[in-house]
């Protein structure tokens, strides 16, 4: 039997641990509509929320995609991380680490458990 060598590429699960609305919002911190880069943002997404649960931040506040603080910082993480040839990646970085030493230092973000 022959390979069809033409075929699509599998279509990607969705993410469960990241909504829709959150990836939208991944999709405009970046400045884009498109889907095409949904698998970096949700995996850009992930890196964020596990780097937050090493700096002992609450899990379920991580996971709280309405919370304005941790949006913020996985925003910055995501505008800092994204591509390759981002010549403001230092200054978004810079904003993301900021605001997690805040949360770092707020009682009602830290401790307990892990992601």
Not at 4 to 14: C, G, H, K, L, W
Not at 67 to 72: A, E, G, H, T, V
Not at 82 to 98: Q, V
């Amino acid at each position: 039997m022959s390979e069809n060598t033409n075929q699509e590429p599998a279509a990607q699960e969705p993410a469960t641990d990241v909504s829709e609305e959150y990836l939208a919002a991944g999709r405009q911190a970046i400045r884009t509509k498109s889907t095409a880069f949904d698998g970096e943002i949700v995996d850009l997404i992930r890196a964020a929320r596990a780097d937050l649960a090493l700096g002992d931040i609450r899990p379920e506040r991580i996971m709280d995609e309405e919370d304005p603080l941790i949006k913020r910082a996985i925003m910055s993480y995501i505008k800092a991380e994204f591509g390759l040839d981002n010549e403001d990646a230092d200054k978004y970085r810079a904003a993301y680490e900021r605001l997690k030493v805040s949360l770092n230092m707020s009682s009602g973000y830290v401790g307990g458990g892990e992601v």
